[in-house]
């Protein structure tokens, strides 16, 4: 039966595709998603208003959108890999132009009534884009020069734009995500270790163009106390959440870390530090395992397709979340610098969360599709 | 085909890659979840502690300070519980209107306005600002009907002492004020907004047991400093009620007497048990208008008025007890077995001492003396020879037997030691060696001997009794035993001596103390005067000749009645000139209201009635009708 599956178009009715479509990976989303509006419940003092009301119609809304994207046919992605790769490359030249200034750094475009931050979207578009690019590839070139420095390109090109807004976090991240799809696709160690370093050397280098908001953050990072009650407070006061949790926690509504506004930004970067001190280590560790879960039934999916698109299309977006969630988690444990990244499907906030959903429906829509062949020439003649 | 087999090839390591990818992100989620079992479980227990030190707060609430009255119950000094009206900016937000809408309630002057609004715009806005004091139930009431259109504002309950018949009394009972930077370094819930303590006399002396205990309340707050609920109180202990052993109306009768006198201290004893019942210094100056609040005017006034009104004499005054010292040195000798009662000396009005001559106030001498002409005509040679005999260690050993050089604690603060010299003493203080001379000088309570009137009237205690009577001021005597003082180790046989000189002094014909001797009927007193010189020049001059600050102190000892001792009194006036002239009249008037009135078979205010003590309290705290 899979032999019958056209290389360039699915037939299959939309309940077929539905029926084929991954089971665990969307469930898990939606226990995380879950925890997300328990949590935004406690952080009102018991109150579905504001935030886990909004959060759970967004969730709603957001899995529509996943079921869209994971059903629409595969040659649609291919296709609009490129497009808007290039759009969302081109709105991030326009931030410095256009974009709205927050905390001294340009990140917001507003669109009409939309206001979205265009490097969100950057990241899904570059695996995208990239795992197009790499399908035309032939497998026996993956290491040819040429084609390791036009992938390296673009991925540094919008890391780049990111850096100069200024955003050090999100410019680690496209880049780390960037190499990483690159790794999969099977590129040689010594390129990417070339990468990796050129990208390490950059970061001392841009020491003096980061703004003193981001040089402070890094520098509290490395000693908290120097700063008990400025930058270093978050990080204590998370710690001691943390801690004042224990094994069991100490029930929903009942964390004085929480309650009491010791924890700060608790709806959204800090929203872990809150789950933990009420739910105790247990909470937690359920919270870190269902991430688990869903990363690697994403790894797990991408083994399972046939095209080398599909395949990295899962793979990005399981370490796109990966980074999110690692990033966050070590933000609030105090292991990592303060960088303002949310905790995927938890923390409240709608760029994010649509950011992930959409990942995790391309991811769907690529396991959906996981029988389909593309060849390299098939692929030029598609896009021509 | 090459391109399947590349593409078959591709597709393994993309397998191995993505399994490397996936093993790399387990381990580092690992990693995190160590991280987390780290913080959340192996360090939980510190890190719950610096949650709650952040969460709780506490508030102390200040203990109310207890009561003071005197032998038969009058209040002297009593905390009057009021309700006050509090309100902290923070919570009240737009403290201006709050205190607007709070005037409707209850009546808040201008002035208190403009005090709360200033101190609103001054001081941290977390500090609760005193209102008003002094609400009655019914605005307390309507404070509390209306409170949730009151945000930030409450009541408490607050203290104001007030002080009884501060003229006759203050200097016993004393005052209280604001802590200074060194009570607040002893005890933190000094702290506490309204705190008073004790400065001066019981209220100083007495403080511990005055105080009585803070309370607490425990507060959580949220991380802007916001009250959340109150998690726990821990009511403060209300400080001991105390009752003196001073009959205060005795106390006003002899200030009364005292008025002829400008600056003097009188001190009245029960002989048997030691308890005051009247300590009284001139001049006077009422504690209750001080208490009241006095301006700064009036206060320097005080402070360098002559005569030190601030200054508790009795206690605090230290002078050359002159003549009335001689049955120190009597008992020294006389217990050392140098002398007895037959034996004689030669007083040819001075006694020459390696070329140094050592006057007899009586120029012409006189005569052959024994202890018993001595004592009773005061002579000063007869004393000069017993202290060439005994020595200055013996005087001061008998001295200090007999009450003299420490502070004789009692429950009132500030009191002098006084001062019993000796060789050693010498040394260490002037650093110089002891001459004989000087000797002769402590044996007449001259030179270094420094005593206050209350070891004055110690020591006649002492001496009338045989027992080491210790002064008291509490009912009953507080923490210290009850049982009657133990017998001073001194010769029954020496004591009698002593004692029968000292009635021949008041009562025989040409005793030195003839113009005390009691006017009533079959009442004899036992006493004994002396004149402690002030300067040189007042010896052999007639006081009314000299500048007044240099006339001698007039002094005396007695006790009451001779044959059987109940009442014994010390008085000395500031440059009074002779004991015989001035404070000898003194104690006899004294001694007779003592006799008259005599306080000690009054039923004095009962101390296992703790009810009617709260219900006689009563009288000056408002309670709600019904």
Not at chain 1, 213 to 221: D, S
Not at chain 2, 430 to 457: C, D, F, K, M, S
Request: charged content about 15%; hydrophobic content about 45%.
């Amino acid at each position: 039966m899979t032999a019958t599956t056209s290389a360039r178009f699915d037939h299959r009715s939309l309940a077929a595709k539905l029926a084929s479509a991954p089971v665990i990976a969307p469930l898990t989303a939606v226990l995380i998603g879950a925890a997300g509006v328990a949590a935004l419940f406690s952080v009102t003092g018991g109150s579905m208003e504001p935030y886990a009301m909004r959060h759970v119609a967004r969730l709603v809304a957001g899995f529509a959108v996943v079921i869209v994207i994971a059903v629409l046919p595969l040659r649609f992605w291919l296709g609009l890999a490129y497009p808007a790769y290039a759009l969302l490359l081109a709105a991030l030249a326009a931030v410095p132009y256009f974009g709205n200034e927050a905390l001294g750094a340009q990140r917001w475009l507003t669109l009409g009534p939309l206001s979205f931050q265009p490097a969100e979207p950057m990241k899904v578009a570059l695996v995208l884009a990239l795992a197009r690019y790499l399908q035309g590839v032939p497998a026996n070139a993956m290491s040819h020069w040429a084609h390791v420095a036009t992938a390296l390109l673009m991925i540094l090109v919008p890391a780049a734009l990111i850096l100069a807004q200024p955003d050090l976090g999100t410019a680690i991240l496209v880049a780390a995500i960037g190499l990483t799809v690159l790794f999969c696709a099977g590129t040689s160690f010594w390129y990417l270790a070339a990468g990796v370093a050129g990208a390490a050397a950059v970061v001392p280098l841009s020491w003096d163009y980061l703004h003193d908001y981001q040089q402070r953050r890094v520098l509290v990072f490395l000693d908290p106390e120097a700063d008990p009650l400025g930058m270093g407070y978050q990080i204590t006061q998370a710690k001691i959440a943390l801690g004042a949790g224990g094994l069991t926690g100490r029930g929903l509504l009942h964390g004085t870390q929480s309650q009491l506004d010791f924890v700060p930004e608790k709806h959204t970067d800090f929203i872990f530090a809150l789950i933990a001190e009420e739910t105790g280590f247990i909470g937690g560790a359920i919270l870190i395992c269902l991430f688990g879960v869903l990363l690697f039934s994403l790894i797990g999916m991408g083994l399972r397709c046939r095209s080398l698109f599909c395949r990295l299309v899962c793979v990005g977006v399981a370490t796109t979340l990966f980074l999110h969630v690692t990033v966050n988690l070590g933000m609030v444990m105090g292991a990592l610098p303060v960088v303002g990244v949310p905790l995927p499907l938890v923390s409240y906030g709608g760029t994010s969360l649509l950011a992930t959903l959409a990942g995790l429906g391309l991811a769907m829509n690529a396991f959906v599709h996981r029988r389909q062949r593309l060849r390299a020439g098939e692929l030029g003649l598609l896009l021509r | 085909m090459p391109g399947f087999e590349s593409e078959s090839r591709r597709h393994g390591r993309f397998t191995r890659r993505a399994l490397l990818l996936g093993s790399a992100q387990a381990a580092l989620l690992g990693v995190l979840g160590h991280r987390l079992y780290d913080i959340q479980v192996t360090h939980a227990r510190r890190y719950q502690l610096l949650a709650d030190e952040n969460r709780i707060s506490t508030q102390g609430s200040a203990p109310i300070r207890g009561n003071i009255r005197d032998r038969f119950g009058i209040v002297l000094a009593q905390s009057e519980e009021r309700l006050e009206a509090a309100v902290v900016p923070d919570l009240a937000g737009d403290v201006a209107s709050i205190v607007s809408r709070l005037g409707k309630v209850i009546a808040i002057t201008p002035e208190d306005r403009e005090r709360i609004l200033a101190l609103a715009g001054r001081q941290s806005r977390l500090i609760p600002i005193l209102v008003r004091s002094g609400l009655t139930w019914e605005e307390l009431a309507r404070i509390s009907v209306l409170a949730p259109q009151l945000p930030g504002v409450f009541t408490q309950t607050g203290a104001v002492r007030h002080y009884f018949r501060g003229a006759d009394i203050g200097h016993v009972v004393g005052l209280v004020g604001a802590p200074d930077q060194q009570d607040l370094s002893t005890d933190p819930s000094l702290r506490l907004p309204g705190v008073r303590i004790g400065k001066a006399g019981i209220e100083l002396g007495m403080e511990t047991a005055l105080r009585g205990s803070a309370g607490e309340i425990t507060r959580e707050v949220d991380a802007h400093g916001r009250i959340v609920r109150d998690l726990d109180e821990r009511p403060s202990i209300r400080g001991s009620d105390l009752v003196l052993t001073i009959d205060t109306d005795l106390q006003t009768s002899v200030l009364k007497r005292m008025a002829a006198e400008d600056f003097a201290a009188v001190v009245a004893l029960d002989a048997q048990t030691g308890e005051v019942l009247t300590m009284a210094s001139t001049p006077t100056y009422d504690t209750a208008s001080v208490a009241e609040g006095i301006n700064k005017e009036d206060w320097q006034q005080l402070v360098d008025r002559e005569g030190d009104p601030l200054v508790n004499k009795a206690i605090r005054g230290q002078y050359p007890p002159g003549s009335t010292f001689k049955m120190v040195t009597a008992m020294a000798a006389l217990d050392a077995g140098l002398v007895t009662h037959k034996t004689r000396f030669t007083c040819q009005g001075s006694l020459e001492l390696s070329g140094q001559r050592f006057g007899c106030w009586k120029l012409g001498g006189h005569g052959s003396v024994r202890l018993h002409d001595a004592l009773k005509e005061s002579c000063d040679v007869y004393f000069y020879e017993l202290a060439r005999l005994c020595g200055i260690e013996r005087i001061a050993a008998a001295a200090r037997k007999l009450g003299f050089g420490s502070a004789l604690e009692c429950g009132i603060g500030g009191q002098k030691p006084g001062l019993i010299p000796d060789p050693a003493w010498k040394q260490a203080a002037l650093n110089n060696r002891w001459y004989a001379g000087e000797t002769l000088l402590a044996a007449i309570g001259q030179g270094y001997v420094l005593a206050t009137p209350l070891q004055l009237a110690v020591m006649t205690a002492r001496l009338a009794t045989g027992r080491a009577i210790e002064p008291k001021l509490l009912r009953p005597d507080h923490g210290r035993s009850a049982a009657p003082a133990a017998t001073l180790s001194f010769d029954a046989g020496s004591l009698e001596l002593v004692r029968q000189g000292m009635i021949a002094a008041v009562n025989e014909g040409g005793g030195t103390a003839s113009s005390a001797s009691l006017p009533i009927r079959g009442a004899i007193m036992a006493g004994k005067t002396g004149t402690a010189q002030v300067s040189r020049a007042s010896h052999g001059r007639s006081s009314a000749s000299l500048e007044r600050k240099l006339r001698d102190h007039s002094l005396f000892v007695g006790y009451a009645p001779a044959s059987a001792p109940r009442y014994a009194v010390a008085a000395i006036v500031e440059h009074g000139g002779g004991g015989s002239k001035v404070a000898a009249p003194l104690v006899r008037d004294v001694m007779t209201m003592l006799l008259e009135r005599d306080p000690l078979s009054q039923p004095a205010y009962p101390l296992d009635a703790p009810t009617a003590a709260r219900a006689d309290a009563a009288p000056l705290a408002t309670k709600p009708n019904g």
